[in-house]
């Protein structure tokens, strides 16, 4: 039997918009005990902005103690619940992306939503409340363990140190850093990375997009569903050239791959340059494609018309012939981004994958909407960096880098 848990989650804003923050916890709906807390400082926002955030951390949080757990989620917030239930439409642009997200977390067969009186949503109420008056402070907020006990948190602590990874980065990882920080800025929330000492060393993803294949130079669909093919004689020359750029800057500490044979065999010339082993990560893998794999978008879009502009225009709809939709590839992504935190806290770590999942990786970090990931271009064997910090907030260090096979 499937487990049950319960999320209340809260947000608040001193001014509407002003200073802003949530709150949210997990409960086993059995019991009642408190499994899981987070609350966040969200710099100047609005309060519905900052009901949503609640909700996508408290949804974050059960997913991650259990994927398969089915999700009664209760607030105070009439707008957020009559939303996300489908029965109020959503006008307001700062709300559908935050919504879509949401809901992109888990199964939507899984969770249901109940509105409850603000004087039942305390708990949640009092932690971003908290996260509030810790911001004021020029703090983070911090869970609480009780007595003789632990208490699960959003984000684990990052701990061990590690060298800055790919600290000079090119243009590009330069550019989107920048990027990363205004956005901060323009919120008022802190800027992670910048002052930011008291999170300890950050746990670093350095995302390697495999190389070439004989399908790459055709932009033919090459996704988990199809013939899996090896790397060409060009994607071999390029693993070779980015381990050696790798072993260059010394920064890596261990290596996760898809499963897929192009990442694998991607990762295996680079471990072997840095000495080090592979780790297999089965949520790594690339989207399943169905009947899509090996055509290309033309071919596709001849076909299967009525069903790519469906693909385009929702993250929900997977592609014919039973592929895997985007919003199914972003919970299980999502889901190794945390295994893979909480294994590798302060550590940097090279993870060979696939476009849909560093594209998911980086929409996720940057809080993108959905519809970023046709927005955005990775090159056969390019690098991309983000950093995850210990209160749960992640930088976008590098996208895209080339350099190193000019």
Not at 3 to 27: H, K, Q
Not at 358 to 370: E, F, N, Q, S
Request: hydrophobic share 40%; aromatic share 6%.
């Amino acid at each position: 039997m499937a487990r049950r848990f319960i999320v209340e989650a809260d947000g608040g804003s001193r001014g509407n918009p002003g200073p802003a923050g949530y709150g949210a916890l997990v409960r086993d709906a059995e019991t009642g005990e408190t499994l899981a807390e987070v609350a966040e400082y969200l710099g100047t926002a609005t309060n519905n902005v900052a009901e949503y955030k609640g909700l996508i951390a408290g949804l974050r949080a059960a997913y991650a103690l259990d994927p398969a757990a089915e999700v009664r989620v209760r607030m105070d917030s009439k707008l957020v619940i009559e939303q996300m239930s489908g029965r109020w439409k959503i006008k307001h642009p700062d709300m559908r992306p935050l919504a879509a997200e949401a809901k992109g977390i888990v199964p939507p067969g899984q969770v249901r939503y109940e509105w409850i009186p603000r004087e039942n949503n305390k708990h949640a109420d009092r932690l971003a409340n908290e996260a509030m008056d810790a911001g004021k402070r020029g703090e983070r907020w911090r869970p609480k363990v009780p007595p003789g006990g632990t208490l699960a948190a959003g984000a684990p602590e990052a701990a061990a140190p590690a060298d800055d990874a790919l600290a000079e980065p090119a243009a590009t990882g330069a550019a989107a850093t920048g990027a990363a920080a205004t956005g901060a800025a323009a919120t008022g929330a802190p800027a992670v990375g910048w002052g930011s000492a008291d999170l300890g060393t950050p746990a670093t993803f350095v995302l390697l997009r495999h190389g070439e294949t004989p399908l790459t130079p055709e932009k033919r669909f090459s996704g988990s569903g199809g013939t899996d093919p090896e790397l060409s004689d060009v994607g071999r020359h390029q693993a070779e050239r980015v381990a050696a750029a790798l072993a260059a800057r010394g920064t890596i500490q261990a290596v996760v791959a898809s499963p897929l044979r192009r990442c694998r065999e991607t990762a295996e010339v680079v471990a072997r340059r840095l000495g080090l082993d592979v780790r297999v990560e089965d949520g790594l893998r690339e989207t399943d494609f169905g009947a899509w794999e090996g055509l290309t978008f033309a071919e596709v879009k001849e076909r299967y018309p009525d069903d790519l502009d469906a693909w385009l225009a929702s993250t929900e709809v997977a592609p014919t012939g039973g592929g895997e939709s985007f919003a199914a590839v972003t919970r299980r992504v999502a889901l190794s981004r945390d295994k893979l935190i909480a294994r590798y806290p302060g550590r940097t770590v090279l993870l060979v994958t696939h476009v849909t999942p560093i594209k998911t990786l980086v929409r996720l970090a940057l809080g993108a909407p959905p519809e970023s990931l046709f927005r955005m271009e990775l090159s056969a064997a390019s690098l991309t960096a983000v950093a995850y910090y210990g209160d749960g907030n992640a930088s976008l260090r590098l996208l895209n880098e080339t350099a190193h096979l000019r």
